[in-house]
């Protein structure tokens, strides 16, 4: 790792990735993560990515997003990603991303929850692994990008209010700032701040942590998204999750006396107000997912690492019903940023889960968030192509000399402090405007 790049980007998941992809090729870049690259949430999509299928489709899926998202999303955002989505789709498609197709060759579509038509491309359940792997491949082929894992964003370097670069704990163990004319954060979801997550346990919102200690503005950091169907276990670690699409096909949820209790395709926020009602009234810890509703050979091709890892927990889809319960999911707020990534602090963008461009609202619509952090880390690449300028080496390294890095050395009383920051902004925001 050197101590000097162009951009910076953090995070290797689908945003950070794609935006290496499409900065120009004489524009040098690291591209950082905490773990291995492929321990991001990105990886673990299951369900796929949408697509608008024509336009006539292109009402209902506005207002498809709109009415998940309690009308409290930004539609230009809304718009901008929707009309994207053919693009990004093609992208995909070109880079070999080898999508589900009808017998006729042309992509076939599924549904999830909240969705009023078939719009949603997918490979098999593990849709994320598939594009995420492939864009992997592609950033690793590029001479003018440095992927390094293992190295940890601990703070941002910071001069009268512009972002000069990171500081960074490198694979050595030794901490480093890094001087880039641009850094990027796509740092992704917060779920490793709570006990019960569909989230990689890395992901703790250190971008939003970092952003709140600059005073870089952030939004609606109390619209946290729980998924409804994540199959209930008693061992710690990460909740499994469930796709929406098994109920898409057909899945449904039962109570203690196995009867339906809700419909199942309302949006999630919805579905999950219903089930934890549903659990209070029946004094139980979880619900049941009856998935012998959809054809076994549909389970079987669709959906197979849900059927291998229920059986890893001893429960055989195709006979019995499979115990589920509420976890946190996604963060639709984060990091204020434009419809190209751009935060409030200038040379600092943000894209993928870690930002709030307004596309999602109070409550996102399944199967956009993929698309949403594909596109914007586009567009934010293409922004700073287009209006790039280098950055102060004189100011950067006056920034570093006024760095303590005393502050950095207990890395885990550096994470507990930005998680404190973090629910304490969580616990403001919900005070000052409750997610409704
Ligand atoms: C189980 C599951 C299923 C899902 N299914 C779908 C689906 O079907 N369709 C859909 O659209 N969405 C789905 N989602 C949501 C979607 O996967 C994520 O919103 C999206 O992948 C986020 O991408 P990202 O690039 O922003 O973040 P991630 O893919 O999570 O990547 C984050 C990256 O940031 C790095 N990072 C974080 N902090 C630091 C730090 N301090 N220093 C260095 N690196 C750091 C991590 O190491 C990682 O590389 C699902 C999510 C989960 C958890």
Same mark, same amino acid.
């Given at each position: 790792?050197? @101590? ?9 998941? #689908? ?5 290496? %992809? $499409? ?55 809304? @718009? ?5 989505? #053919?693009?990004?789709?093609?992208? %995909? ?11 006729? +060759? ?7 929850? +909240? $969705? ?24 690793? /082929? ?48 917060? +779920? ?15 971008? #939003? ?27 710690? !670690? ?9 109920? !898409?096909?057909?899945?449904?949820? %039962? ?46 091709? $669709? ?44 040379? /600092? ?8 461009? !307004?596309? $999602? ?61 973090? %629910?304490?902004?969580? @616990? @403001? ?8």
């Amino acid at each position: 790792m050197k @101590e000097r790049y162009d951009v910076i980007i953090v995070g290797t998941g #689908v945003a950070g990735l794609n935006c290496a %992809l $499409h900065l120009p090729k004489n524009k040098n870049a690291l591209v950082i993560c905490k773990q291995a690259p492929d321990k991001c949430d990105s990886y673990l999509a299951q369900g796929g990515i949408c697509r608008l299928q024509s336009e006539e489709d292109f009402a209902p899926y506005f207002e498809d997003t709109m009415r998940a998202g309690h009308y409290e999303n930004n539609p230009a955002a809304v @718009e901008c990603m929707i009309r994207g989505s #053919v693009g990004v789709i093609d992208g %995909l498609v070109k880079l070999g991303v080898d999508f589900a197709r009808n017998a006729d +060759g042309t992509l076939a579509a599924t549904r999830e929850g +909240g $969705h009023s038509g078939n719009r949603i491309c997918f490979h098999a359940d593990c849709t994320g692994k598939e594009i995420t792997a492939k864009l992997f491949e592609s950033v690793s /082929l590029l001479k003018n990008v440095e992927i390094v894992p293992d190295t940890a964003m601990l703070d941002l370097v910071v001069s009268e209010g512009v972002c000069l670069g990171v500081v960074a704990r490198c694979p050595d163990g030794q901490i480093r700032t890094v001087f880039a004319d641009y850094t990027v954060l796509a740092c992704g979801g917060i +779920g490793g701040i709570f006990e019960k997550s569909t989230n990689f346990r890395l992901l703790t919102g250190d971008g #939003v942590a970092v952003c709140l200690k600059h005073g870089v503005a952030v939004d609606n950091v109390n619209y946290i998204q729980i998924h409804p169907t994540t199959l209930y276990s008693e061992k710690a !670690g990460r909740s499994f999750l469930i796709s929406e699409s098994v109920r !898409g096909e057909g899945a449904v949820l %039962l109570d203690k006396n196995f009867m339906r209790f809700t419909d199942e395709l309302q949006p999630r926020d919805v579905v999950t107000a219903e089930i934890l009602k549903q659990m209070k009234k029946d004094e139980t810890p979880f619900v049941w997912l009856d998935m012998r509703t959809v054809p076994e050979e549909e389970l079987k091709t $669709h959906f197979p690492t849900i059927v291998k890892r229920c059986a890893e927990e001893g429960i055989n889809v195709f006979k019995e019903c499979v115990p589920v319960v509420p976890a946190q999911h996604y963060f639709m707020g984060g990091i204020r940023s434009d419809l190209n990534g751009r935060t409030t602090m200038p040379r /600092l963008y943000a894209v993928g889960e870690t930002c709030c461009n !307004g596309v $999602h609202g109070a409550n996102r619509l399944a199967s956009n968030s993929l698309l949403e952090s594909i596109l914007f880390a586009e567009r934010a690449a293409t922004d700073i192509a287009k209006n790039y300028s280098s950055a102060d080496r004189g100011e950067f390294e006056k920034a570093v000399r006024g760095l303590d890095m005393r502050e950095y050395a207990d890395v885990a009383a550096l994470a507990e402090k930005y998680k404190n920051m973090l %629910l304490k902004a969580i @616990e @403001e925001a919900e005070n000052v405007k409750p997610r409704n």
